[in-house]
T-cell receptor, first 119, second 113 residues
Framework: DGGITQSPKYLFRKEGQNVTLSCEQN?????MYWYRQDPGQGLRLIYY???????QKGDIAEGYSVSREKKESFPLTVTSAQKNPTAFYLC??????????????????FGAGSRLTVL | GQQLNQSPQSMFIQEGEDVSMNCTSSSIFNTWLWYKQEPGEGPVLLIALYKAGELTSNGRLTAQFGITRKDSFLNISASIPSDVGIYFC?????????????FGKGTKLSVKP
């Protein structure tokens, strides 16, 4: 079955450590996204990538880094510079924007999420 | 930046009751999506809307793309305990980056058996 796999599901980090969250998709989607979710705050965009070897900052990119070396993979690193990293992180993907609005456009498919807790 | 106002923030209802929630924006949207998120999981798409006035159903769920293109609502009829979760609206506005959706803050639904 096609889908998005995030790992690990739960991660604990000590202050000052960098951690990397994995996101892999086998949907043949071009674009991939990382969101952060905090209680009562909805989803906030961290980084996104429309194509391999290219990515853009979202609304809250500070303290995070990403890479897009393969179409299927979009790992997120939470660095020690992120002041408040405890959150639920969601990876998503979608087909490439064709410039037209059509049924199925803009629909994001999400992974099951990774919960990061800083000790 | 663009924001979506989603209401209500939370609802506590009795099993069997109907539910209604909505989202409004200050900009014209060309896409409205409704997602459901269960605890500890990622959001799952319920309904996608692409035309002003469009009314779409998915089982007991019905959503509409507002005629002004600035709002959308989701109705759930005859709620059951498994409807519990957080419902998010999301959309893409004219002039926005396609695919970079704007999300509402969610409506948390609790259903009492």
């Amino acid at each position: 079955d096609g889908g998005i796999t995030q790992s690990p599901k739960y991660l604990f980090r000590k202050e000052g450590q960098n951690v990397t969250l994995s996101c892999e998709q086998n949907l043949n989607h071009d674009a991939m996204y990382w969101y952060r979710q905090d209680p009562g705050q909805g989803l906030r965009l961290i980084y996104y990538s429309q194509i391999v070897n290219d990515f853009q900052k979202g609304d809250i990119a500070e303290g995070y880094s990403v890479s897009r070396e393969k179409k299927e993979s979009f790992p997120l690193t939470v660095t020690s510079a992120q002041k408040n990293p405890t959150a639920f992180y969601l990876c998503a993907s979608r087909t490439r924007d064709s410039g037209r609005i059509f049924s199925g456009a803009n629909v994001l498919t999400f992974g099951a999420g990774s919960r990061l807790t800083v000790l | 930046g663009q924001q979506l106002n989603q209401s209500p923030q939370s609802m506590f209802i009795q099993e069997g009751e109907d539910v209604s929630m909505n989202c409004t924006s200050s900009s014209i949207f060309n896409t409205w999506l409704w997602y459901k998120q269960e605890p500890g999981e990622g959001p799952v798409l319920l309904i996608a809307l692409y035309k002003a006035g469009e009314l779409t159903s998915n089982g007991r769920l019905t959503a509409q793309f507002g005629i002004t293109r600035k709002d959308s609502f989701l109705n759930i009829s005859a709620s059951i305990p498994s409807d519990v979760g957080i419902y998010f609206c999301a959309g893409n506005y004219y002039g926005g980056s396609q695919g970079n959706l704007i999300f509402g803050k969610g409506t948390k639904l609790s259903v009492k058996p």
